[in-house]
């Protein structure tokens, strides 16, 4: 069994198609951060387990789907239609093979999926997460899978934006071997929250920007208050 957390929100027009697509032995978390169109009841319709986020912020959704999470193995994955749950195989075969602690799918856009502004933040990024722990990434990757154990053990704490990229430096300051596998990424469904506008793409890299910045705090010997 893996267990597939679906951070979500105002995402009823996705969800049918999402979770008619979760392979089998793929139990699907729905982690609901305030929808305001339903989509927790939709969710539960078309099987999925509906957990309840209260605290605005991708982070925040993404800890509430850990915390329900009960298999080894834990993905995670955006629910707006953009990636197709039937390819969630592609990232787990380095992770069940014994490969790889982390594997991240680095997306190959259709035409019209990916904003220029969304992309360029995403390469900007990419690049300094490659510079700061030295493993040759080119996506931050949203479709991405690892031991359920081992992530929380690893005590990221960012619950906006931020989460994914630290996600990703705790665990290559831990040693963890991070492995890429391109995926297929679709126009999505509807209108995104958080890169579907420069606005929206401007404040998802505020928050990683203050997260690149505690790095380079801990690294030059001041206080971590990320622990």
Known sequence: MVDVVLPVLDEAEALPWVLGRMPDGHRAIVADNGSSDGSPEVAARHGAHVVHAPVRGFGAACWAGLQAARADVVCFM???????????GLVLEPLL????????????PERG???WHARVANRALARELRRRSGIALTDLGPMRAMGRRELLALGVEDRRFGWPLEMVLRAARDGWRIAERPVPYRARSGRSKVTGTPLGTARAVRDMLGVLREVDLRARGGVDVRG
Not at 78 to 88: A, E, I, N, T, W
Not at 97 to 108: T, Y
């Open 78 to 88: 955006d629910c707006d239609g953009s990636l197709d749950p039937q390819d969630l």
């Open 97 to 108: 093979a014994g490969e790889a602690d982390m594997v991240l799918g680095a997306r190959i």
């Open 113 to 115: 999926a990916w904003p």
